[in-house]
């Protein structure tokens, strides 16, 4: 049945954003949705209005886009759950736009936390902090810490400013999907589900933040992201790995290890991940491709250089470095599902501090198959 223009999904758009052509094609692909181009003030005026109406719209930030709800509002949170599909034991990420907003969701910020703070935001760090208990449960999934972040975009931030509270922040991604980094990628899981997506270009990061505890002097990495354990060590205090980080990690030297529990973004196609010299890779592929060729498989190449890709379905270049491939990893596996692709070959690294967070999310999505060919 045809929705009618109160029921679509509002893709808000710049009316001054200078990539037009590109996103002009978005009109007619989504039935369920509905294009504003406007000036920026009355884009986030527009946006700002359903989310107080505990509503759902999607903000675009540094790392991935995230679905966007008043952090105060359970009604709101409410939504994110259903929408998303998530288990409501998975606690959220808080997005602030000031440190005055922190009132709104801690009793007290240590003065590491601040000093980190002043360092790092706004960016992708989301730090763990004592929660008032006077918020949602659905928030914190009962916990007595709140994770809380000012993330460096500066429409989510003028959003989150005129809605005047917090906003709760999941990837804008169905359940299984991989997170989206452009509004576009959004739309494609929750069009029609949702209020609206402000469209904030393709975020530069291209993975979710680090997410860290304070705990007994330590910092304590639970999700390693674009900044390092190297960029907090200058801190004074010792920095480590949760430990759940690093035993699935050990598992993973059994290639292609089924690892179902900790396959979390994961593309429609079997994914493996080849640490090691050029020439070891270009042969391992080579020959990977001409026996996937003769079962009628489909292949994909991710990340290499054009000439390990000869032969394959479909080629990607991620650019050479382990933050290039994180900004482009996400967008890469939705093509391949796009492209039917059912054998998906991707360059990784040896899991050293500036790798771990690209490791970390190549381990989730091929389910742990890393091939070490050192
Ligand atoms: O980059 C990001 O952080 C993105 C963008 C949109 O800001 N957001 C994001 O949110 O990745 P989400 O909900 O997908 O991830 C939140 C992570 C989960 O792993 C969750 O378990 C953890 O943070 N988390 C949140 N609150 C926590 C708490 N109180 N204690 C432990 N872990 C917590
Ligand atoms: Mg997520």
Redesign the pocket.
């Known amino acids: 049945m045809a929705k009618t223009d109160r029921e679509k999904t509002i893709l808000w758009q710049l009316e001054e954003a200078d990539d037009l052509l590109q996103r002009r094609s978005l009109d007619s692909s989504y039935p369920e949705v509905r294009i504003q181009r406007l000036p920026v003030e009355q884009l986030v005026f527009e946006a700002a209005q359903h989310l107080r109406a505990d509503e759902l719209v999607a903000f675009p930030?540094e790392?991935?886009?995230?679905l966007g709800a008043s952090a105060v509002s359970s009604k709101a949170l409410l939504r994110v759950f259903a929408a998303k599909k998530r288990p409501l034991d998975?606690?959220?990420?808080a997005?602030v736009s000031s440190l005055t907003q922190l009132e709104q969701l801690t009793t007290h910020v240590p003065s590491l936390a601040q000093q980190l703070m002043d360092a790092f935001w706004p960016g992708?760090l989301?730090i763990?902090l004592p929660?008032r208990r006077d918020l949602p449960k659905e928030l914190?999934?009962g916990?007595p810490?709140?994770?809380v972040?000012m993330?460096r975009h500066p429409l989510t931030l003028a959003l989150i400013e005129e809605v005047g509270m917090p906003l709760a922040?999941?990837?804008?991604n169905r359940s299984g999907r991989p997170?989206p980094t452009k509004a576009q990628h959004v739309l494609e899981d929750l069009a029609g589900e949702i209020a609206g997506v402000v469209d904030g270009g393709t975020c530069s990061v291209g993975i979710?933040?680090t997410?860290i505890?304070i705990m007994d002097g330590r910092i304590v990495i639970?999700?390693p992201?674009d900044i390092t354990s190297a960029d907090l060590k200058s801190f004074g205090v010792p920095v480590v790995y949760d430990q759940h980080l690093v035993e699935p990690q050990e598992e993973a030297a059994v290639p292609r290890s089924p690892g179902q529990k900790y396959r979390h973004y994961a593309p429609r196609g079997e994914m493996r991940v080849l640490i090691g010299e050029t020439a070891a890779c270009r042969k391992y592929v080579r020959e990977a491709i001409g026996l996937a060729h003769n079962q009628g498989k489909r292949v994909a190449v991710l990340g290499f250089e054009s000439s390990i890709g000869e032969g394959a379905d479909f080629f990607l270049d991620l650019g050479n470095s382990s933050q290039t491939i994180a900004a482009h990893l996400y967008e890469a596996l939705r093509a391949c599902d796009e492209a039917a692709i059912d054998l998906i070959f991707v360059r990784g690294y040896e899991p050293s501090e500036s790798h771990f967070a690209l490791m970390n999310r190549l381990f989730k999505a091929s389910g742990g198959a890393f091939i070490d060919l050192r």
Not at 63 to 66: A, D, E, K, P, R
Not at 90 to 93: F, H, K, M, T
Not at 169 to 172: D, R, V
């Open positions: 930030t790392t991935v886009y995230g998975n606690p959220l990420i997005h992708p989301s763990l929660a914190t999934a916990l810490t709140v994770a972040r993330p922040g999941p990837s804008a997170s979710e933040s997410v505890e639970l999700r992201g």
